[in-house]
């Protein structure tokens, strides 16, 4: 009886200190003939099934050991026998090792049985408040013994997340087609059946007073570059901050500027992807809530590599490389060069281009720079719209702005049909930047070399690009130089940026920010 009140005195405690929360269980159970025990999960993180299961084996094994301690009792208390009872005693014994044995079998079984389920793991420690809630808000499932002061922790925790399906955002035409998922276990599988090496270290840190968010980070022990290892562990244990819950959070805390428009960590959600690059020396970040992967140092050019580079063939993998690497000055001063031209620099046209262009815009009631801003904001709306839509709508939302909005503009005379070519063109050559970050700059940056042109001309645009290139030579990424190999130059760098090379032509480790070993692309 006095267990029991005991027991229904510390239940009160427990849903007290969990706030009683609706999804918090905790109920007296029995484990064993005389022992009763608290058994306490929140049921929205666990499975009831696996949780039943666990019971019966626990009760299963309980009950083995018990037989065996029992047995072994008996026959350490019998007494000595006359000698003309030693046969008698040996049959006996003979016949109580044999029913050991069967429990002892019947013990390993039911250890098998536990043993069997891979997403329970049993262990017992010392029974601490504290440790309690922190193992029950990760998602276990916990058995106290108050008689022992002991508790049970089954982790068989059931956090829902999506099969490792491509990401939508990097697609590719040859090569693996799987992607992170939101649970690190099998993450981590993707990454290391791909990496059979104990090099592959994996450590942990908890962010978060509130949240307990767990990070990640990996790395290969004889590759790694230490100097950017070291301020990314730095960078970690200094975060202090009460709620974390987003990926955007930790970039803003791993980055060298986090006011840069240009992201200094390559985001992806491939794990092919992270495992190139941590072969190379970098260091990948993850967390336990979200798919998508950190990578450090990078430099401007690794935004514009994809796994399509290195698995179609060499000048077909060096041709789209350039093209892309081409798209970014497109994308930037295209309109730019336009509004220069129109408004300061016509005589660079030939001269039927040129008289055109003039009976075009002379119908247009405003400056250049508005009417490149009527289109350029019309096609971020779009594209927005687009993103935000369901996918049937969304391609619906993208023809029609394509082409009824389009068509529409121009026959009301707001927009002149160069400038729509112009436009269209800018908006194609910024969507093919494989980096959602990077493709998000390079829009933003076009805003800026617009203005610059319609003051100055062609000199406000080379006042912008000596300013870009000046912010992008300062700019680094865990403290190593965002622009190399350009600055500092690198001539082997520089033609590996350009050109794929063939894979049989280098026979060493692949690594970053090293002058002295060869990369093999």
Known sequence: MTQTMEIKQEIKRLNKQFLHSS???AK??????????????????????????????????NRSSSQADQEKNQHTDKPKQSDTEDNEIDKDDAQNKEISGTQINNDYAAKKQLAKDESVIITTE?????????YVCNGETLIILLQSNQMIRLNNAEFAHKTPEEPENEQILRGSHEGFVENFEVNMQLIRKRIKNNKLVVKQITLGNETKT???YMFVENVVDNEALKTVENRLNAVDVDMFYSIGQLSDYLEDQVWSPFPQLLNT????????NILEGKIAIMTD?????????????????????????????TFYRLMRLFSVFSAIFLPAFYIAIVSFHFEILPLELANKVKTDINQIPYRPLIEAMIMEITIELIREASVRLPKSIGQTIGIVGGLVIGESIVSAGLVSNLMVIVVAFTAISSFVVPSVELNTTIRMLRFPFMFLASLFGFFGIV?????????????????????SPIIPFDPVGVRKIFFRGPYYGANRQAKDFSMKKEDKA
């Open 23 to 25: 999804d918090f269980v």
């Open 28 to 61: 007296e159970i029995k484990l064993g003939k005389e022992e009763n025990v608290i058994l306490c999960y929140y049921s929205s993180l666990v499975n009831k099934k696996d949780v039943e299961q666990s019971l019966i084996n626990l009760k299963q094994l």
């Open 126 to 134: 010392k029974y601490d408040e504290q440790k309690l809630v922190d």
């Open 214 to 216: 767990t990070v990640y």
């Open 269 to 276: 959600e491939r794990p092919d992807r992270v495992v190139a």
């Open 289 to 317: 809530l979200s798919p998508n992967a950190l990578i450090g140092p990078v430099t401007f050019f690794s935004f514009y590599q994809t796994p399509d580079d290195f698995n179609a063939r060499v000048f077909v993998g």
């Open 463 to 483: 006042i912008g690009t000596f300013l870009l290139v000046v912010h992008l030579l300062n700019l680094s990424s865990l403290k190593h130089p965002y622009f």
